[in-house]
């Protein structure tokens, strides 16, 4: 059993980053990503922090817009016109999730196709489907899929089962797994939880992707010997011994499944920094096409 490491993956995608945007013809800005935050969750706070000290790291700049819990949709909308109507602004992301009054499909619809750097506006969702890489690729897929690539797994003719088909992850990796280009080719069935069977199902795949959201909900059971599992989740589990109350946990029952399996995604620290790359990594693509 091999363990892919997402945080040696991601910091070498950031070191290359580094270098490229110290490359940029003197004179020239540095590309910009601008981040909108609703409200104070203590989770959106920690993530905010996060990708805004990653891209000081890669020497980016940053933009942060702080909204009300309550704020109306109207006012968002305005936040997200003036960032996409701003030159000096490449990227655009809003932490999700947001309140539940305000919608964010549509939140993320309002972002200008070219500055959706996350990848879940309906233009850049539609070209995933037309195998068209000329947008943005959303970033928690990207990640799966470059880390399948640089951990030397070969996906054509193979079967990739994702358990989950959220907007964010299970329906666009389905896309990305399925597309006709090199590293992809796959055949894939997506599962959820209306699934029939589903152990019966998961248990054929060669490659393992859960993103359902539920901790510990992969058992070895539902897992094939030799198979690569990829775990998307990233849940808060009760845990009086630790210092903070709780631990992180994914969607697979780790200590159960990793004997199992030929190559495994830790949880901290497989999926969720690949994420913070790719995000990063589409904002220096944004950047390059308007020509600096």
Request: aromatic share 4%; with cysteine; glycine share 8%.
């Amino acid at each position: 059993m091999e363990i892919i490491d997402g945080n040696a993956i991601a910091a070498s995608i950031i070191a290359e980053l580094k270098e490229k945007v110290a490359a940029r013809p003197a004179g020239t800005e540095p590309p910009c990503i601008a981040f909108i935050r609703v409200g104070d969750d203590p989770a959106s706070v920690s993530y905010v922090n996060k990708k805004n000290k990653t891209a000081a790291e890669i020497g980016m700049a940053t933009r942060l817009t702080l909204l009300p819990e309550d704020v109306s949709e109207d006012k968002l909308n305005a936040a997200i016109d003036e960032l996409n109507a701003d030159p000096a602004v490449h990227g655009i992301l809003i932490q999700a999730p947001l309140p539940r009054h305000l919608d964010e499909v549509r939140a993320f619809r309002r972002i200008a196709p070219e500055k959706d750097v996350d990848g879940l506006g309906t233009m850049n969702l539609g070209k995933i489907a037309q195998d068209d890489d000329s947008g943005f690729v959303c970033c928690t897929p990207a990640g799966i899929m470059e880390l399948l690539r640089r951990s030397g797994v070969t996906l054509s003719g193979k079967h990739v089962v994702v358990v989950g088909r959220s907007l964010l992850v299970g329906k666009p990796v389905a896309l990305l797994a399925l597309q006709k280009r090199e590293h992809a080719n796959a055949t894939v069935t997506v599962c959820h939880s209306r699934t029939a069977d589903l152990a019966a199902i998961t248990r054929q795949a060669d490659v393992l992707i859960a993103a359902i959201g539920i901790p510990e909900f992969i058992k070895a059971d539902m897992v094939k010997p030799g198979a690569v599992v990829i775990d998307v989740g990233i849940n808060r589990v009760a845990d009086p011994t630790r210092k903070r109350g709780y631990r992180l946990v994914g969607d697979v029952d780790f200590p159960a499944v990793s004997p199992l399996a030929s190559k495994i995604t830790p949880v901290p620290g497989g999926v969720g920094p690949m994420t913070v790359a790719m995000l990063m990594r589409n904002t220096f693509k944004a950047w390059e096409r308007v020509g600096r």
